[in-house]
């Protein structure tokens, strides 16, 4: 049936059942999860659907929605999905500026807002919004100004739904009914790494596809899971994992504050989460760092449960084939008296499926990860491409690649290897950007991704580098620089890193510590400072810092190693620019940011 998403909440309700749970949001603070039914869903998006219909929402009109993980971005999809109208996704760390470019680059007609500082920032581009008409505030605590005849608080537009006519309803019932494939679902707004951010106009057939494509693919996931909604909404990776888990009835734990992520997890204890390396890697430096604590028996028995649950599930189950006894018997052993434990303390005691993407994952982690039982799934996919285009297969999937093509979406290798892409999941363009519609496509049709990449004997795709990214030397050498990068996360001394050195002599690296596993240090190795500043610039701190460098770039050519770095006293983030909504790094923005430590290193 076309456009799964249209009426998929009320379809959901008749499934399962009004009283079944179908999300529910993760209170830090109760260490509870609060359940909200399916047919508390169905009511609150009919009666949301039924509050644009009153307020001037028709088919076609977009709807900005700006706001941490909560609630009400589904309702306000779903509502939007009825209507067929546009929910627009803005990421809730996104400056009054950029609210303003994708609010008049979509052309939305209303926006929802969560925070006090979501609302002050749409308030202050108002005026210079000219189609945007009504502002939909979803936390009740949040004032509105008494000049405000635009705002309205969330709770009273579904109580103005609640309270709408049979002309009204029968209105957003026809809506639904003339649904089409071709009808836009969503805009999804690029990171702008380096410039403006594009819509990515993906149709309800790119959903639709998506949901079917996964549920060929995915066979294992099944109603009985749970899915912690831990990356933003606004994230294509995130949306469409949390459509998919809606659409397989499975249960979905939203987290609405991605710091808490550590705490929440535990209480939802999910079966499934997508998330992004950088997760991932704070796992393993914080096993890593627990290990190296250990002594003497301890030490030896955890080191040799890793060398069985390395035998056993990767050379045996990630292959398809039984382990033999005597190695089965001992993983058995070792998952009770070493792994579950692990598992336990992340909050992952019933882990079974854990995709992940959006930036290279080190094959260490990875190998890892899996060692100690839990299926970390690599995948490969871009906002163009409603997520995924491929992903580890359940079995014989290789380390150090990013799987295998998902049904019907094709892949080939155009030019410099790029990788080109081309299926039902594929974006019908970028909204009002004909030019850059001429760039994205080939001529016969193909969409650029802008990555490099190789097919291995088996078919399995492996990224090789971000075409964008990658630079040369002056002296003629590509340099990959998302390869080091991801390397040198393994290090648990090591939060964030910015390789430079295009058109230069050699290659040079920004580097941000992990400040407390520093200060730990230090304070082991009876190091005084009296700042961050005097920190970083201790002598034994960089020999300490360059000791781990080189060791971690072993295997690297010597022309691709880092000769020199700078350590910095601060994070790189999104609010200073050097990060992009989705924590890419701004590599234009950090060449000119620290264009002086970068001049340093090559004087």
């Known amino acids: ?7 998929l909440v009320n379809l959901q309700e008749n499934v ?7 999300f529910s949001l ?7 999860c609060i359940p909200t039914t399916w047919g508390d869903f169905r009511r609150d998006v009919d009666n949301m659907a039924y509050a644009l219909e009153i307020l001037g929402i028709n088919p076609g009109d977009m709807v900005a929605i700006i706001s941490h993980n909560c609630p009400e971005i589904l309702i306000s999809d779903f509502a939007c999905y009825r209507n067929r109208a546009v929910p627009v996704s803005i990421y809730a ?5 950029q609210i303003q470019y994708i609010v008049n680059d979509s052309g939305a007609k209303a926006i929802v807002v969560n925070t006090a500082e979501h609302y002050k920032a749409v308030r202050s581009i108002i005026g210079q919004c000219p189609k945007l008409e009504r502002i939909i505030i979803i936390n009740p605590s949040v004032e509105i100004a008494p000049d405000d005849m635009c705002s309205m608080l969330f709770d009273k537009v579904l109580q103005l739904g609640a309270a709408s006519s049979e002309a009204c309803r029968a209105e957003v019932e026809k809506r639904s009914a003339e649904a089409k494939e071709v009808d836009i679902a969503t805009l999804i707004y690029t990171s702008g790494t380096t410039g403006q951010p594009k819509g ?7 959903f639709d596809a998506a949901m079917e494509i996964h549920a060929e693919r995915l066979t294992t996931i099944s109603d009985t899971d749970t899915s912690v909604c831990f990356l933003p909404l606004s994230h294509i990776f995130e949306k469409a994992w949390t459509y998919f888990c809606l659409t397989k009835g499975m249960k979905v734990a939203i987290n609405p504050n991605p710091k808490e992520i550590q705490q929440a997890v535990p209480i939802a204890k999910p079966t499934c989460m997508c998330s992004v390396p950088r997760f991932w890697e704070k796992v393993y430096t914080g096993v890593q760092d627990k290990i190296e604590k250990m002594k003497g028996l301890q030490r030896f028995m955890v080191e040799r449960a890793l060398k069985v649950g390395a035998k056993r599930n990767l050379d045996y189950v990630r292959l398809g084939l039984k382990a033999p006894w005597w190695l089965e018997m001992q993983y058995r052993f070792f998952d009770k008296k070493v792994f579950a434990q692990v598992r336990h303390v992340v909050g992952l005691d019933n882990g079974r499926f854990f995709p992940t993407a959006g930036a290279p994952l080190s094959s260490n982690i990875v190998e890892f990860l899996h060692a100690i039982g839990l299926n970390i799934v690599i995948g490969y996919g871009l906002s163009e491409t409603t997520a995924t285009v491929c992903c580890f297969p359940q079995y014989d999937f290789v380390i150090g690649s990013v799987g295998t093509t998902m049904p019907r979406v094709q892949v080939k290798l155009g030019e410099n290897n790029e990788i080109l892409v081309k299926g039902p999941t594929v974006m019908s363009g970028y909204y009002n950007r004909p030019d850059e519609n001429e760039k994205a496509f ?7 991704t802008g990555d490099a990449g190789m097919f291995d004997a ?9 075409l964008k990214d990658l630079f040369k030397t002056s002296n003629g050498k590509y340099i990959a620089p998302q390869a080091i990068e991801s390397r040198l996360g393994e290090d648990k001394y090591i939060e964030q890193v910015a390789v430079i050195g295009d058109k230069r002599k050699y290659v ?4 941000i510590p992990a400040f407390e596993a520093l200060k730990e240090y230090a304070r082991k190795k009876n190091i005084n400072y009296s700042s961050i500043e005097d920190l970083i610039e201790n002598s034994e701190i960089r020999k300490f810092i360059a000791d781990r460098i080189e060791r971690l770039q072993k295997g690297f050519a010597g022309f691709e190693k880092i000769k020199r770095f700078t350590l910095l006293p601060k994070e790189f983030s999104i609010e200073g620019g050097e990060l992009t909504n989705t924590l890419k790094i701004r590599r234009p923005v950090i060449n000119m940011m620290y264009a002086d430590e970068i001049e340093a290193m090559y004087c």
């Open 1 to 7: 049936m076309p456009n799964i998403l249209t009426n």
């Open 16 to 22: 399962y059942g009004a009283n079944r749970e179908a």
């Open 26 to 32: 993760i209170d830090v603070a109760s260490k509870k």
């Open 93 to 97: 760390t996104s400056s009054a500026d």
């Open 200 to 206: 990515a106009v993906l149709p309800h057939s790119c």
């Open 442 to 448: 080939t001529a016969d049709g193909w969409l650029r």
């Open 458 to 466: 088996g078919g399995a795709i492996v990224l090789t580098e971000r």
């Open 508 to 511: 040079t690296a920004i580097i």
